[in-house]
Structure formats: structure tokens, C-alpha cells
């Protein structure tokens, strides 16, 4: 089979390809973009007021 000693070489061959042109498709449609940052849920700015409190209580 194309001079390949084992069927699994193979799949590593075409796995390594696929993925590759994968990840080509991936950044080509991601080049230019903005960016945009996602904000934290809501439940991390609660975590946070409360760590400065205990904070202040501490001392």
C-alpha cells in the first residue's frame, strides 16, 4: 500500500495533513480580526468584591 509498512503510518500521514490544512483554513479566516476580548461573567466581579473585604476585615 504505497510502500508503507503499516496501515497506522499511513493514517499518521494523512492525520498530520488534514490537520494541517486545518489549521491553515483556521488562521486564514481569523487573520484580520479584531479581537474583541469577552468580558468576565458577572460571578467573577462578586468573587472579587468579596476578596477585598475579607481582605479589609483581615486587616
Request: net charge negative.
Amino acid at each position: 500500500m504505497l510502500g508503507f509498512a503499516d496501515v497506522w503510518v499511513l493514517l499518521a500521514y494523512v492525520l498530520t495533513l488534514l490537520v494541517t490544512i486545518g489549521c491553515v483554513i483556521y488562521g486564514w479566516l481569523n487573520w484580520n480580526s479584531d479581537g474583541e476580548m469577552v468580558p468576565p461573567p458577572q460571578e467573577e466581579f462578586v468573587w472579587v468584591e468579596e476578596e477585598e473585604k475579607i481582605e479589609e476585615t483581615l486587616g
